[in-house]
C-alpha cells in the first residue's frame, strides 16, 4: 500500500509533488498533525507561471462579475457544507478551541458571501466632460496576478479575507499561508475546484517566507502583494516589492488600547476586557492588550479582572471545559515569557501569570497563562511593543484628554475601544482615537461589509468591505470621441 504524497503545492489545477516535506504539530500537545509539501523556490515559480498564464490567456477576468460572484456563493455553500471537517483541522494546526474554530467558519462563510453578494454592483460611473460629443467612465479592471501571503492565527479567516475579493475582481492568485498552520489552505484548493474556479487562476505553495516567499514578493509577473502578519516582515516585503514597483497591502497588528471610564458598565467592561485579550491566548491582531483605566475606579477594576483571569481554565481545543488554548509553538512561548520578563525588569508589577505551566495536563503543549501586568508606563517596552500572548499591561489616566493621549501614543493604529456611558465623550474619543476600528463599549465584533486596517505600522490599505475590493483592482478613464472631427491644431 503506498503513502499519499504530502500536499501543498498546487498550480494549473493539479496536486505536484516536491522534495520533501515538513511534519505540521498540534500545539496542544505536539501530536503530529500531517505532512504539508515543503516547496522551493522553484516550486513558487511554477505557481506564479501559472497564475500569470491563466490571466493573461484565461477567461477568468474577462468572466462577467456576477459569474464570478456565483462560484463565490457555491464555494461559501461548499464550506458550511464541510464546516466539521475545516473546523477540526484548524483547530489541529492552530490549537485553538473547536467551538472557536466554528465560529471562525461562519464568518468565512459569511466573507465569501457578501464579496459573492455584492458582484455586478458597482459598475463604475459616468463623467460629465460638460461636451455633446465625448463620453467619459471611470471602470474597474483587476490588478493581475496576486501574491497572498497570510499568517498562523487565523488561518483561513485571513485567507478568506483576501481570495474573495481578489477573485471578485477578476484577479488569479497565489497564495502562500503560513508554514505552520497550512491545514485548511490545502483544503481551500480542492473546494475551489470543486465550485468550478479554472485552472491556474487559484494556486498555493506551502513553505517558509526566505524560500518561497520571496518569489512572490519579487517575481516581476506578480501585480501585488498582500500580507498579514509581524511588522519586520512587513518592512521587508515593502524593500523587496519596490523594484518592481507592485502594489503592496499589509495588515501588521499593533498594541491595542482598550480604555474605561469610570461611567461604564463595570460588569460588561471587566467582562469585555478579558475577552479582548485573552480569547485565542491573546494571538488576535487586534486584541486588546492595553488596558486604560481611569484612576478612580482603577484598583477596585483590576482586582476583579484578576481574579476572574486567574479562574481562566487552559486546554486543548477537544476539551470542552477549556476556555482558552496554546501558543502556537514552544519558540513563540518562549518569546512571550520573555516579555513579561523584560516588563517586571521595566518596573511592571506582574499580578497574576507570568510562569510557564507545570501541570502535568498541559507539560506536551506550548501553554502560557492569562498574564496581567498591572502599574506600566507609557515608556515601557511592554507598552510599545505587542506580545502577541495572553498578557495584558495596565496603565491609569486621569481625564479624557490623557485617555486620549495615552491610547495614541504608540507607533501602532489597528483598533481600540472606548468604555463610557457618555455619548457624546464616546464619539469624542472615537473620532480622536488614530485606528482603523474603534468599538464603543464593545470588543472584538466586525462584518464583512466594514472595511478593516490600521493606521501607522498597523499597515496599509484595507481588508474587507468595498475598501478590501478596491485594493485588488484598477481603476481606468475610457474616453469616448463619438463625433470625431479634425481639430485643424496644425496648418500643414
Same mark, same amino acid.
Given at each position: 500500500?503506498?503513502?499519499?504524497?504530502?500536499?501543498?503545492?498546487?498550480?494549473?489545477?493539479?496536486?505536484?509533488?516536491?522534495?520533501?516535506?515538513?511534519?505540521?504539530?498540534?500545539?496542544?500537545?505536539?501530536?503530529?498533525?500531517?505532512?504539508?509539501?515543503?516547496?522551493?523556490?522553484?516550486?513558487?515559480?511554477?505557481?506564479?507561471?501559472?497564475?500569470?498564464?491563466?490571466?493573461?490567456?484565461?477567461?477568468?477576468?474577462?468572466?462577467?462579475?456576477?459569474?464570478?460572484?456565483?462560484?463565490?456563493?457555491?464555494?461559501?455553500?461548499?464550506?458550511?457544507?464541510?464546516?466539521?471537517?475545516?473546523?477540526?483541522?484548524?483547530?489541529?494546526?492552530?490549537?485553538?478551541?473547536?467551538?472557536?474554530?466554528?465560529?471562525?467558519?461562519?464568518?468565512?462563510?459569511?466573507?465569501?458571501?457578501?464579496?459573492?453578494?455584492?458582484?455586478?454592483?458597482?459598475?463604475?460611473?459616468?463623467?460629465?466632460?460638460?461636451?455633446?460629443?465625448?463620453?467619459?467612465?471611470?471602470?474597474?479592471?483587476?490588478?493581475?496576478?496576486?501574491?497572498?501571503?497570510?499568517?498562523?492565527?487565523?488561518?483561513?479567516?485571513?485567507?478568506?479575507?483576501?481570495?474573495?475579493?481578489?477573485?471578485?475582481?477578476?484577479?488569479?492568485?497565489?497564495?502562500?499561508?503560513?508554514?505552520?498552520?497550512?491545514?485548511?489552505?490545502?483544503?481551500?484548493?480542492?473546494?475551489?475546484?470543486?465550485?468550478?474556479?479554472?485552472?491556474?487562476?487559484?494556486?498555493?505553495?506551502?513553505?517558509?517566507?526566505?524560500?518561497?516567499?520571496?518569489?512572490?514578493?519579487?517575481?516581476?509577473?506578480?501585480?501585488?502583494?498582500? $500580507?498579514?502578519?509581524?511588522? #519586520? /516582515? *512587513?518592512?521587508? @516585503?515593502? %524593500? =523587496?516589492?519596490?523594484?518592481? !514597483?507592485?502594489?503592496?497591502?499589509?495588515?501588521?497588528?499593533?498594541?491595542?488600547?482598550?480604555?474605561?471610564?469610570?461611567?461604564?458598565?463595570?460588569?460588561?467592561?471587566?467582562?469585555?476586557?478579558?475577552?479582548?485579550?485573552?480569547?485565542?491566548?491573546?494571538?488576535?491582531?487586534?486584541?486588546?492588550?492595553?488596558?486604560?483605566?481611569?484612576?478612580?475606579?482603577?484598583?477596585?477594576?483590576?482586582?476583579?479582572?484578576?481574579?476572574?483571569?486567574?479562574?481562566?481554565?487552559?486546554?486543548?481545543? $477537544?476539551?470542552?471545559?477549556? #476556555? /482558552? *488554548?496554546?501558543? @502556537?509553538? %514552544? =519558540?513563540?512561548?518562549?518569546? !512571550?515569557?520573555?516579555?513579561?520578563?523584560?516588563?517586571?525588569?521595566?518596573?511592571?508589577?506582574?499580578?497574576?501569570?507570568?510562569?510557564?505551566?507545570?501541570?502535568?495536563?498541559?507539560?506536551?503543549?506550548?501553554?502560557?497563562?492569562?498574564?496581567?501586568?498591572?502599574?506600566?508606563?507609557?515608556?515601557?517596552?511592554?507598552?510599545?511593543?505587542?506580545?502577541?500572548?495572553?498578557?495584558?499591561?495596565?496603565?491609569?489616566?486621569?481625564?479624557?484628554?490623557?485617555?486620549?493621549?495615552?491610547?495614541?501614543?504608540?507607533?501602532?493604529?489597528?483598533? *481600540?475601544?472606548?468604555?463610557? %456611558?457618555?455619548?457624546?465623550?464616546?464619539?469624542?474619543?472615537?473620532?480622536?482615537?488614530?485606528?482603523?476600528?474603534?468599538?464603543?463599549?464593545?470588543?472584538?465584533?466586525?462584518?464583512?461589509?466594514?472595511?478593516?486596517?490600521?493606521?501607522?505600522?498597523?499597515?496599509?490599505?484595507?481588508?474587507?468591505?468595498?475598501?478590501?475590493?478596491?485594493?485588488?483592482?484598477?481603476?481606468?478613464?475610457?474616453?469616448?470621441?463619438?463625433?470625431?472631427?479634425?481639430?485643424?491644431?496644425?496648418?500643414?
Amino acid at each position: 500500500m503506498t503513502s499519499t504524497p504530502p500536499r501543498g503545492l498546487y498550480y494549473a489545477g493539479d496536486w505536484h509533488e516536491t522534495a520533501a516535506a515538513r511534519q505540521i504539530v498540534c500545539p496542544a500537545d505536539g501530536s503530529p498533525v500531517a505532512a504539508v509539501a515543503e516547496c522551493t523556490a522553484e516550486d513558487a515559480a511554477s505557481a506564479v507561471t501559472a497564475a500569470r498564464h491563466a490571466f493573461d490567456e484565461g477567461t477568468w477576468s474577462t468572466t462577467p462579475e456576477r459569474g464570478r460572484g456565483e462560484l463565490l456563493l457555491r464555494v461559501a455553500d461548499l464550506l458550511e457544507r464541510d464546516t466539521a471537517l475545516y473546523a477540526k483541522a484548524e483547530s489541529l494546526d492552530t490549537g485553538k478551541r473547536l467551538v472557536e474554530s466554528r465560529y471562525d467558519l461562519a464568518d468565512i462563510v459569511g466573507c465569501f458571501r457578501y464579496y459573492g453578494g455584492i458582484a455586478g454592483t458597482d459598475a463604475g460611473r459616468v463623467v460629465d466632460t460638460g461636451r455633446t460629443d465625448a463620453i467619459s467612465r471611470i471602470v474597474h479592471a483587476p490588478v493581475g496576478v496576486c501574491a497572498l501571503i497570510t499568517p498562523w492565527n487565523y488561518p483561513l479567516l485571513q485567507v478568506a479575507w483576501k481570495v474573495a475579493p481578489a477573485l471578485l475582481a477578476g484577479n488569479t492568485f497565489v497564495l502562500k499561508p503560513s508554514e505552520l498552520t497550512p491545514g485548511t489552505a490545502v483544503l481551500l484548493m480542492d473546494t475551489l475546484a470543486e465550485a468550478g474556479l479554472p485552472a491556474g487562476v487559484g494556486n498555493l505553495v506551502t513553505g517558509t517566507g526566505p524560500e518561497v516567499g520571496v518569489v512572490l514578493t519579487t517575481d516581476p509577473r506578480v501585480d501585488l502583494v498582500s $500580507f498579514t502578519g509581524g511588522l #519586520e /516582515t *512587513g518592512k521587508s @516585503i515593502m %524593500a =523587496a516589492a519596490a523594484p518592481t !514597483v507592485k502594489r503592496v497591502a499589509l495588515e501588521l497588528g499593533g498594541i491595542n488600547p482598550n480604555v474605561v471610564f469610570a461611567d461604564a458598565d463595570r460588569e460588561a467592561a471587566v467582562d469585555m476586557a478579558l475577552t479582548a485579550v485573552f480569547l485565542h491566548s491573546g494571538q488576535v491582531c487586534s486584541a486588546g492588550a492595553r488596558l486604560l483605566v481611569q484612576d478612580s475606579i482603577a484598583e477596585a477594576f483590576v482586582d476583579e479582572l484578576v481574579a476572574r483571569a486567574q479562574q481562566i481554565r487552559m486546554g486543548g481545543p $477537544f476539551d470542552e471545559a477549556a #476556555e /482558552t *488554548g496554546p501558543l @502556537i509553538s %514552544a =519558540a513563540h512561548r518562549d518569546k !512571550v515569557h520573555a516579555y513579561v520578563e523584560a516588563a517586571v525588569a521595566e518596573g511592571a508589577v506582574l499580578r497574576c501569570g507570568g510562569e510557564i505551566p507545570t501541570d502535568p495536563a498541559l507539560a506536551e503543549g506550548y501553554f502560557y497563562p492569562p498574564t496581567v501586568l498591572d502599574g506600566c508606563q507609557a515608556a515601557m517596552g511592554c507598552v510599545q511593543q505587542e506580545s502577541f500572548g495572553p498578557v495584558l499591561t495596565v496603565e491609569t489616566f486621569a481625564d479624557e484628554a490623557e485617555a486620549v493621549r495615552l491610547a495614541n501614543g504608540t507607533p501602532f493604529g489597528l483598533a *481600540g475601544a472606548v468604555w463610557t %456611558a457618555d455619548a457624546g465623550r464616546a464619539q469624542r474619543v472615537a473620532g480622536a482615537l488614530r485606528l482603523g476600528t474603534v468599538w464603543i463599549n464593545d470588543y472584538h465584533p466586525y462584518v464583512p461589509q466594514a472595511e478593516w486596517g490600521g493606521f501607522g505600522q498597523s499597515g496599509n490599505g484595507r481588508e474587507l468591505g468595498p475598501g478590501g475590493l478596491a485594493e485588488y483592482r484598477e481603476t481606468k478613464h475610457i474616453w469616448h470621441n463619438i463625433a470625431p472631427a479634425p481639430q485643424r491644431w496644425f496648418s500643414s
